[in-house]
């Protein structure tokens, strides 16, 4: 069980912004945000995780709601070598659950 | 820093041989985590090791599956007595001891029983 929703798939027009929502309504304190990507039969790769506050790295933008309850990822110009399946998972720390829980993703496609 | 290192990255095995995948995490990771895929399917967590302790193997098979990760060396999922049902793509995952940081993973083994 994944805990989270995502939806099944996404469009994305290249050079414009890929916002894939995520729903963990269920989230605890003790849970961070992780989400990973998989480029057809790749190994997983780390994008980003936050805890509260909103994050930003070299390859996207992290935006958590206030209540916590879903997060955004943000591709702010995504190319065609981003169309992958997206995953958003709760992992815990301090006697949460600490292994990654993959669920269905979001696979997102980027169209020339 | 290399990353999470597989091997082999293909494995061809006969029913009822055996198969053992190796993962070597990255340098200063204690913790390592191992996902099956099956074709067309979404990973899903097989278990979870720090070194020489078994800490989570609740979506290991009872049967046929174990893995170890010893003090020295590779951590290794061995499966006996391979079945069709066993072709998959088998991913390893490593991280510090840090509560809060991420898992990197490896480019996977891909096994075929024929």
């Known amino acids: 069980d994944a805990k989270t929703t995502q939806p099944p798939s996404m469009d994305c027009a290249e050079g414009r912004a890929a916002n894939l929502p995520c729903n963990h309504s269920?989230?605890?304190?003790?849970?961070?945000v992780y989400w990973y990507r998989q480029i057809h039969s790749q190994g997983p790769q780390y994008i980003i995780h936050?805890?509260?506050n909103n994050e930003t790295n070299e390859m996207a933008s992290l935006i958590i709601t206030e209540d916590r309850k879903s997060s955004t990822l943000i591709l702010p110009h995504a190319t065609l070598r981003d169309t992958a399946v997206y995953y958003c998972?709760?992992?815990?720390?301090?006697?949460?659950?600490?292994?990654?829980?993959f669920g269905k993703g979001t696979k997102l496609t980027v169209n020339p | 820093n290399a990353g999470v290192m597989q091997n082999p990255r293909h494995l061809v095995r006969r029913r009822g041989q055996e198969a053992r995948l190796r993962c070597s995490p990255m340098?200063?990771?204690?913790?390592v985590y191992w996902y099956r895929q099956l074709p067309e399917e979404g990973l899903k967590f097989m278990v979870y090791?720090?070194?020489?302790?078994?800490?989570?193997e609740s979506g290991m098979p009872k049967e046929r599956f174990s893995a170890e990760f010893p003090k020295e060396g590779p951590s290794i999922l061995r499966i006996q007595q391979v079945v069709r049902g066993d072709s998959a793509a088998y991913f390893c995952?490593?991280?510090?001891?840090?509560?809060?940081?991420?898992?990197?993973f490896g480019q996977g083994t891909r096994l075929t029983v024929v």
């Open positions: 090791l720090q070194k020489e302790n078994i800490i989570d």
């Open positions: 269920t989230i605890s304190g003790n849970e961070y």
């Open positions: 936050g805890l509260k």
């Open positions: 998972m709760r992992k815990g720390i301090q006697g949460g659950s600490e292994k990654l829980v």
């Open positions: 340098k200063g990771h204690s913790h």
């Open positions: 995952a490593s991280s510090p001891p840090n509560e809060d940081t991420e898992a990197f």
